[in-house]
């Protein structure tokens, strides 16, 4: 069993950065990706980014160029660097790790971004 515990979020002002932080503990076996995704209030889960086990990443338009994901396999954590936030970027953050039979979630973060 795999837990995942997020942290790093807060209050801040539209152009600032936080950096996001999700520690894995268990045993997840072989590793497919680790995702960051987001969930707004009234609206559904959205990708933001992820990193596959050959270390190729991906992200979302709406955070490209802004957002970076990476991974310490030594801390077992994931993180996700966020510079240039906006008001839109409000939301509840979490991570997942995805294997080939389970994917693991965790508990959530929250960003909340004033204009």
């Known amino acids: 069993q795999v837990q995942l515990v997020e942290s790093g979020g807060g209050l801040l002002q539209a152009g600032g950065s936080l950096r996001l932080s999700c520690v894995a503990s268990?045993?997840?076996?072989?590793?497919?990706?680790l995702g960051w995704y987001r969930q707004a209030p009234g609206q559904q889960r959205e990708w933001v980014a992820h990193?596959?086990?050959?270390?190729?990443?991906n992200y979302a338009d709406s955070v490209k160029g802004r957002f970076t994901i990476s991974a310490d396999n030594a801390k077992n954590t994931i993180y996700l660097q966020m510079n240039s936030l906006k008001p839109e970027d409000t939301a509840v953050y979490y991570c997942k790790i995805s294997t080939p039979w389970a994917e693991y979630w965790g508990q959530g973060t929250q960003v909340t971004v004033s204009s």
């Open positions: 990193i596959d086990s050959y270390g190729n990443t």
């Open positions: 268990g045993s997840a076996g072989s590793i497919k990706s």
